[in-house]
């Protein structure tokens, strides 16, 4: 068995606004876009291991959903895959076919946090902060750079929830 943990995340053109290391006294300067070109980030970690699976959509809807699982599903078939998420709308519609190696587990309402792949999508986005694309391609490639640069040892430090290792290893799942 394996115990993921799923969210999807909007990447766009947009500039995201932050903080910026600069000298004492002067204010950074950074060009700014506003177009509403965007993508989603659909992904899948597994606190335990580090195991990430991510992949790009042009939207979220309940197709594009089905089809992550079944990506993931297929990745990992050899093993029963519990998958933590959200009451989503794209994630709880009736025409959803869920694999049968897989299972949702549905955390409670309006509890991003207990979700850990929500800290791994705000490191993430801390690394676009301040940076202009010049297109949804440049973006693409940026994603798949940082994506292919992350180690599961990375993904396990920030997902590794206590509380979440301690039920794994009381269920015998360790």
Not at 61 to 89: K, M, P, T
Not at 163 to 174: E, H, K, Q
Request: hydrophobic share 40%; charged share 20%; glycine share 6%.
């Amino acid at each position: 068995m394996r115990y993921w943990c799923q969210d999807e995340s909007r990447l766009g053109l947009r500039t995201e606004l932050g903080k910026r290391l600069s000298a004492t006294g002067v204010k950074p300067v950074m060009g700014v876009q506003w177009p509403h070109q965007a993508l989603w980030l659909y992904g899948a970690v597994e606190p335990q291991t580090g195991a990430g699976v991510f992949m790009e959509y042009s939207h979220l809807d309940s197709r594009c959903f089905e089809h992550f699982l079944h990506h993931l599903s297929g990745r990992y078939a050899d093993s029963l895959n519990v998958i933590q998420l959200d009451g989503a709308s794209a994630h709880t519609a009736w025409e959803i076919e869920i694999p049968d190696n897989v299972i949702l587990l549905f955390q409670p309402p309006h509890s991003p946090e207990l979700n850990p792949i929500e800290r791994l999508w705000q490191d993430l986005k801390r690394d676009f902060k301040g940076e202009s694309f010049a297109s949804l391609n440049a973006l693409k490639a940026a994603i798949t750079k940082t994506l292919g640069d992350i180690s599961p040892e990375w993904i396990a430090s920030l997902t590794q929830y206590p509380f979440i290792l301690n039920a794994l290893s009381v269920a015998g799942l360790t």
